[in-house]
Each structure stands twice: as C-alpha cells, then as structure tokens.
C-alpha cells in the first residue's frame, strides 16, 4: 500500500533540527487507525477548535450499570456514532465490544486494580477503493485508558 498521509504525532522537530526534509507518512488504514484511537480517547468538549470531537464513552466511565445489555448498546452506539460523524474515509461500519475484568499491577505504588477491558472491534469498506478493513482497540474502564 502506498503512503500517502502524515503519521501520527506530526513532528516537526526532525524538520526543524534539519535531519529530515520529509515528516513521517503512513498508509491510509494506519491513518485512519491513528484518527479513530484519537476520536476514542477524547472527551467531547475536549478539542479546543471542534467541541463536539470525541467520544461519548467518557459520560460512561463510571457510570453505574444497571442493565449490562443496555449499558453495552450505549457504549457501542457511542462508537458508532462518533466515528460514523468524524471518519469520512469509511462506510458500512459496524462496532461490536467484548468486556472482561483484568488485574492491573503497578509495580511503583505497589497497588492491584481490577479493570474492566473493553475490546472494540471495528469492521468497515473503504470508501477510496471498497475494501474491507478491521481496526482493533483495548480501552480501560475506570478511569478510561488504553493499553
């Protein structure tokens, strides 16, 4: 596949420093992988020039569950919609999420939390050439994080 967009983080350093006359590129579907890994972990309100940029999996965080079925339609509409409103490239888009609880270990605090991982799973086509593509993300519940 051909690299025709910039990669994410954009640094300008390289430029800068004059290591490098080019900034990094990437493929389309890496791109468009680094754009929906930034629309999931940003809250709505966020983004300082469109405040409606993000994903509204964040009101959710720490919601109370009640209804399990009804909590996951949520957070999978959220997704959806998000990317549906902020990823032009794609069409035909499905998310689906598979939640289990992890031990987390931090070796510094000497602390373990139990998490809830959320596997998103995304399918879609392509709209430049109608080929199917899949992207996979690992969020953290509680605070939100990835992995």
Same mark, same amino acid.
């Given at each position: 596949?051909?690299?025709?967009?910039?990669?994410?983080?954009?640094?300008? &350093?390289s430029?800068? &420093?004059?290591? @490098?006359?080019?900034?990094?590129?990437?493929?389309?579907?890496? @791109?468009?992988?680094?754009?929906?890994?930034?629309l999931?972990?940003?809250?709505?309100g966020?983004?300082? $020039?469109?405040? @409606?940029? #993000?994903?509204?999996?964040?009101?959710?965080?720490?919601?109370?569950?009640?209804?399990?079925?009804?909590?996951?339609?949520?957070?999978? #509409?959220?997704?959806?919609?998000?990317?549906?409103?902020?990823?032009?490239?794609?069409?035909?888009?499905?998310v @689906?999420?598979?939640?289990?609880?992890?031990?987390?270990?931090?070796?510094?605090?000497?602390?373990?939390?139990?998490?809830?991982?959320?596997?998103?799973?995304?399918?879609?086509?392509l709209?430049?050439?109608?080929?199917?593509? #899949?992207f996979?993300?690992?969020? $953290?519940? #509680?605070?939100?994080?990835?992995?």
């Open positions: 596949m051909k690299k025709t967009c910039y990669k994410l983080p954009i640094r300008f &350093d430029i800068i &420093d004059g290591a @490098s006359s080019e900034m990094s590129m990437c493929t389309e579907q890496e @791109s468009i992988d680094q754009h929906i890994g930034l999931l972990t940003t809250c709505p966020e983004h300082r $020039f469109n405040k @409606s940029f #993000g994903c509204g999996i964040w009101d959710m965080d720490f919601e109370r569950v009640v209804s399990r079925k009804k909590w996951e339609e949520d957070f999978t #509409g959220h997704i959806l919609s998000a990317v549906k409103n902020f990823e032009q490239r794609l069409k035909d888009i499905s @689906s999420i598979h939640i289990t609880e992890v031990t987390r270990e931090d070796m510094v605090m000497k602390t373990t939390a139990i998490k809830k991982k959320v596997t998103v799973l995304l399918k879609a086509k709209v430049s050439t109608n080929e199917d593509c #899949g996979k993300y690992n969020l $953290f519940l #509680g605070p939100l994080s990835t992995e």
